[in-house]
């Protein structure tokens, strides 16, 4: 057995052995400017997590089978399972009267960059600690895949499902450069470039460096967290908010978009991607609609002040962040279903957003609007097109199984949390918030709440939909089918 799959194994000792390195960010933060000494949490995580990577590797170091393509979804998965177990460890030892369970749901959360946390108090906790939970969306949030096929080449073949295994997006094939590893550094220099602006940017808006640092991660990852219970209502600046709108909007388009115009050296592949122009019109759109609901419910008197928390609320829900600087679920009920509905579609296939993709729901709209046009011309050649390239009608299909089972998923995920004793508006609004990674959710799970509320059992299985979700839900499936494990 051990034999079979000892190619996966060696691979996921690799990442282990680069995911030991991640420790020493906060154990710098903790040495340098932290009072709680947490040194040896650092330290100890980074340790054993070498340790049980250079024990699985002497296990399997000496297979010389390269990975297969399944084997690329084994590797997705496991990575993506085990990583957070290790992560949570400095968790559960630093953060006063958490459980693993709960330390497993942060670390989750923070890999897959969906920023729904279980912790309160985030003002009072250990610098290094609000370090970690943020730099573990930093280096979540493209894809630990994608970093790894950049820098582990050693991967060989099993590079490309890699790749696909985890890039989001239903069109996974189009290639930037001839090889994997090259596009994957290309994606990872735009990423660490938009990080460094993105920095500078809170520093000078008025953030302290720690500050900075932390948003910074969870700004270009799109994941949420803060180091402050209040979100970004704790600066009431509309000047860091103004950069939080700005990199959130840049991070929820593909980079890949940003890769072309560097090597081009043009903009034009950025203004003729059709799903760009929906992403910008979709978000003024709804910036437009909530701030006249707000001023006609007088909520807000002040249209200016209206239209910052609305844009600010609009960008960050629906580019799946999760940032707050109002509570918006007070606002009148449909504003805060809108922006939780703008979480499930808007981000660009490629960003570090979740949902399902504004391309899948272009070319769902396209679809509809042939299947109507045939309802009426039966003998119409009609083809969808996204621009002017005609879609394969195997994409379309590939589109529509994936909705399926998206709506598949989401309504099981809802009936067990019901079933597990939640109230509807809560069970059904954390397993949207979490399965398309947008963080905050409604009821219990709210804006100014957090999921501390919930039970052992609706932990993990909140812990499952996010992973479920970061993986666009086929890589994990797919597990359970027959033909994967058939020879």
Known sequence: MLHAFAPVLGALARVLLVFSFTFWVPFAWAWLADAHRLELAWSGGALLTAAVALVLWAMTRRSKRELLPRDGFLL???????????????????????????????????????????????????????????????????????????????LGLGGVQLYRAETPGPMKDAKLTPRIAETARGLWGVYVLLSVACLLAYRWA??????????????????????????????????????????????????????????????????????????????????????????????????????????FQVVSLATTTGYASVNYAAWPAFAPVLLIMLGCFVSCAGSTGGGVKMVRMILLAKQAGREL????????????????????????????????????????????????????????????????????????????????VLTDAQTWLGSFAMMLGRLELLSVWVLLTRAFWRK
């Open 206 to 311: 008025g953030m302290s460096w720690a500050d900075a640092f932390m948003h910074m991660s969870t700004t270009v990852s799109l994941g949420g967290f803060s180091s402050h219970d209040a979100s970004f209502a704790y600066w009431d600046s509309w000047r860091v908010e103004a950069v939080a709108v700005t990199f959130m909007l840049l991070a929820g388009v593909s980079f890949a978009r940003y890769f072309v115009m560097w090597r081009t050296r043009s903009l034009r592949s950025l203004a003729a991607d059709v799903e760009v122009r929906w992403y910008v019109l979709v978000l003024l759109g709804s910036v437009a609609l909530l701030t006249l609901l707000l001023l006609l419910d007088r909520v807000e008197t002040d249209g200016l002040e209206a239209l910052r928390h609305v844009m």
């Open 76 to 154: 997705v998965n496991l990575v993506w399972a085990v990583l957070p177990a290790f992560a949570a460890l400095p968790l559960w030892w630093g953060v006063p009267s958490i459980s693993y369970t709960d330390a497993y749901f942060e670390a989750m959360s923070g890999l897959t960059a969906t920023g729904a946390t279980v912790l309160t108090g985030l003002d009072d906790l250990p610098l290094s600690v609000n370090i970690w939970r943020c730099f573990l969306q930093l280096f979540g949030g493209l894809g630990i895949m994608l970093l790894v096929v950049a820098i582990l080449p050693l």
């Open 373 to 452: 046009v045939r309802t009426v011309h039966p003998r119409v050649i009609n083809p969808v097109k996204l621009g002017q390239t005609p879609i394969a009608n195997g994409v379309l299909v590939a589109v529509l199984a994936f909705m399926l089972i998206y709506g598949a998923s989401m309504l099981g995920l809802s009936l067990l949390m019901l079933w597990s004793g939640l109230d509807m508006v809560t069970a059904f609004s954390a397993v949207v918030a979490l399965l398309n990674n947008i963080g905050p959710g409604l009821g219990q799970v709210g804006p100014v709440n957090h999921y501390g």
